[in-house]
């Protein structure tokens, strides 16, 4: 049993050239073949990709107030976290933000603004997932289950008073 299912697995697997290794090490188009890489999406490393993110983020302005969600302090660097992909899989985004006041009404709306900017910023699919710094929130896990649902977001995004506030707090500035 075990070795049907060892032979399963090595079958599945992608197939690399024959002249593909040299001492040992594949070549870009091996790595390739097993998924993406930081650097094949255009980055040096993990954190050139979160500086990018934390890029888009900055810009974002806060919906009640004429600030960024930077100068809020409501996103910060050290709140992006980036997993590099496992062959097969996809690259995996992580954000944390801080809502300035425990019962903010707009926590939603800021990370759904988040999500919005990031997804359309990005050249390349990540998966991301956006959540409320532990215990800073007094309904976090009702936002974290918000933000991270994708059929919630599609239905937000079809509300078009909704959909001019995103995007009015997302713009760039001219």
Do not use: W
Not at 1 to 18: D, G, H, I, W, Y
């Amino acid at each position: 049993m075990l070795s049907f299912f060892r032979k399963k697995t090595v079958e599945n697997l992608p197939v690399a050239p024959s002249n593909s290794f040299f001492n040992g090490n594949p070549t870009a188009a091996t790595k390739e073949a097993f998924g993406p890489t930081i650097q094949n999406l255009g980055y040096r490393n993990i954190s050139d990709l979160k500086e990018t993110i934390y890029g888009f983020l900055r810009t974002i302005r806060d919906p009640e107030k004429p600030n960024t969600l930077e100068d809020l302090h409501v996103v910060y660097e050290d709140g992006i976290f980036v997993t590099e992909p496992a062959p097969g899989q996809s690259l995996l985004v992580r954000i944390e933000f801080n809502p300035t006041v425990p019962h903010c009404s707009l926590a939603t709306l800021i990370g759904l603004c988040i999500r919005v900017k990031v997804q359309r910023s990005l050249s390349h699919y990540a998966k991301l997932d956006i959540y409320i710094k532990k215990g800073a929130h007094a309904t976090e896990d009702e936002i974290n289950k918000q933000i991270n649902d994708k059929e919630r977001i599609a239905a937000a995004m079809e509300n078009p008073n909704l959909k001019e506030l995103v995007e009015n707090c997302i713009k760039d500035e001219d």
